[in-house]
């Protein structure tokens, strides 16, 4: 009896680890200078923004969906990435149609300094010989295994692409083969986008879910749209 009992402690004691465990997972919390915020772990993306209240995303890799809650309107959405695509190319610009693809290239230029605490490689991208946009990529294998497969982040980056440029294949490629941490723009002569601080931090399971009294709506009325 004692024994038993005893199995019994275990097995409970067991069972609770268990639950705590799989209710959250390893992973990481990228802070930019901008104030928003991604959370990375388990093949899911969450975008959170600046200013509490506004819409936020999360990209499932896996499930290859796109997700979107605006707590302003209590709506959400849930989007296949091949839908969320289509829904982009149908409210995008025409005007480059008929134009010549600019000649795209990415020149490896080699390790640069850390950023956020992280190895840097720096890259350098020349749209028709000229120098566009130079881009540092953290290349820790710990984050790039979080992402899982990353063709859906290439399509969905493709597809929410504002120039030829963020759609060609090998600037995407490029941007997607490791953590992107700072972006400067030659063209601007400023940096655009640059990552504050990226720690490695257990994330509720939950923080990646819908809130599930949300009113499920399309994608567009998610996006504050009619």
């Not at 990481?28 to 600046?50: F, N, R």
């Not at 999360?58 to 695509?85: G, H, L, W, Y």
């Not at 692409?161 to 063209?187: A, F, Q």
């Not at 994330?203 to 009113?215: Q, V, Y």
Request: net charge negative.
């Amino acid at each position: 009896m004692k024994m038993r009992k005893q199995l019994f402690e275990k097995g409970l004691a067991l069972t609770i680890l268990l639950g705590i465990a799989l209710s959250a997972q390893a992973g990481w919390v990228e802070t930019k200078k901008d104030g928003t915020q991604t959370l990375i772990a388990g093949g899911k993306i969450k975008h959170m923004p600046e200013v509490p209240g506004e819409p936020w995303s999360v990209i499932d890799i896996s499930k290859q969906t796109f997700s979107m809650f605006n707590p302003d309107r209590n709506t959400c959405s849930v989007t296949a990435i091949e839908e969320f695509c289509e829904f982009f190319k149908a409210f995008s610009s025409d005007d480059q149609e008929g134009e010549r693809p600019p000649a795209i290239e990415v020149k490896k230029m080699g390790p640069d300094a850390k950023i956020a605490g992280l190895e840097t490689v720096r890259y350098q991208v020349l749209v028709d010989g000229r120098a566009y946009e130079d881009i540092w990529l953290a290349k820790d294998k710990t984050i790039i295994n979080e992402i899982g497969d990353r063709s859906a982040l290439q399509k969905i980056i493709q597809c929410m692409g504002e120039s030829g440029v963020e759609k060609h294949p090998e600037y995407v490629g490029t941007i997607t083969s490791g953590w992107l941490l700072k972006v400067y723009s030659h063209e601007n002569e400023e940096v655009t986008e640059e990552v504050k601080n990226l720690e490695k931090k257990d994330i509720p399971n939950a923080e990646f879910d819908l809130p599930s009294g949300c009113r499920r709506v399309g994608l567009l009325e998610s996006m504050g749209g009619e």
